[in-house]
């Protein structure tokens, strides 16, 4: 059993941040494991603007595939976790940088999605959003423009959308406890955000398997899968609720 504190029975505005770990106990690789995403693809030769620019299709391709692996995913008993938590939370935001659309899956109402979307397209021109079809396998061109149509994900050296970002760090600045599930915290600025809920004194818990730059910062790190820890830590503030 994961043991809180009890100050936390009063903490009714919670931010969970999510990376990847959070969907691979659904099947879906993470990006800096031995076995992840990047073991054969790294980063600068696909996610980002050049890459694109010098070879669309391939990065279509990529893409195309990762697409079908989240359509086949299912949520797992950590985003459920989570989901679960505005049953009895008066406020849950879920900041993730994850692309799979797995927190919404799950029944997360209060969802910012930092890195984009897998699932969402738009021209690369006029910035027009595009429907794909199901099994789009080449990179299609806008029916306005004529540009071409995008991944509607951030890469790198892009901007984070403006109102997620500005939503994310109000959201973090009026939590009184921020959860970080599942992510290296290597990618800014997204990465700040855990940082700056330690600033502001917040009460910090991260979830990992594994130890990461934000460690020893955080006030407790649990070291389990977000699978295991994440139903336990919904009991727990539940139970520290209804004592
Ligand atoms: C488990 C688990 C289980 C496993 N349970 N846990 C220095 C040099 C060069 C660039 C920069 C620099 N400093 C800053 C930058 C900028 C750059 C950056 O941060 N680079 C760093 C790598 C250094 N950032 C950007 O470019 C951002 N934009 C920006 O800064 O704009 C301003 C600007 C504009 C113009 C010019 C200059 C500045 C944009 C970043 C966009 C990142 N996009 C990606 C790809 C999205 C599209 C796609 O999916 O293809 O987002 S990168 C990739 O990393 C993805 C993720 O969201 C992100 C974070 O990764 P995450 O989620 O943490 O995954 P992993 O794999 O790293 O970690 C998984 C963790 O889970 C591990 O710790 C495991 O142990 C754990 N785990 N199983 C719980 N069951
Ligand atoms: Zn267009």
């Not at 790294?42 to 391709?61: G, S």
């Not at 459920?80 to 940088?97: K, Y």
């Not at 969402?120 to 021109?125: F, S, V």
Request: glycine share 6%; with cysteine; hydrophobic share 40%.
């Amino acid at each position: 059993m994961i043991d809180l504190p009890g100050h936390l029975a009063h903490a009714d505005r919670i931010v969970v941040f999510t990376g990847a770990g959070i969907s691979a106990e659904s099947g879906i690789a993470t990006f800096r494991a031995p076995d992840g995403i990047w073991a054969q693809f790294k980063p600068e030769e696909l996610a980002n603007i050049d890459a694109f620019m010098a070879n669309p299709e391939r990065v279509w391709q990529w893409y195309q595939y990762r697409r079908h692996v989240v359509e086949s995913a299912t949520p797992n008993a950590g985003h459920r976790a989570i989901a679960d938590l505005e049953q009895f939370i008066p406020r849950v935001d879920v900041v993730t940088q994850n692309v799979d659309g797995l927190h919404r899956a799950a029944g997360s109402t209060h969802v910012h999605e930092l890195h984009g979307s897998l699932i969402a397209h738009r021209c690369l021109e006029c910035g027009r959003p595009y429907e794909i079809a199901p099994d789009e396998q080449h990179v299609p061109q806008c029916p306005e423009c004529g540009g071409l149509i995008r991944p509607g994900v951030v890469w790198f050296g892009e901007e984070l959308p403006a109102d997620v970002w500005d939503a994310a760090e109000a959201a973090t600045r009026e939590c009184d406890l921020f959860l970080s599930v599942g992510t290296s915290t290597i990618v800014y600025p997204a990465a700040s955000l855990p940082f700056l809920a330690i600033r502001l004194g917040k009460y910090v818990i991260e979830v990992n398997p594994e130890s990461t730059d934000f460690s020893r910062y955080a006030d407790r790190s649990v070291r389990e899968t977000a699978g295991v820890a994440m139903p336990q830590i919904a009991e727990q503030l539940y139970a520290l609720r209804n004592q």
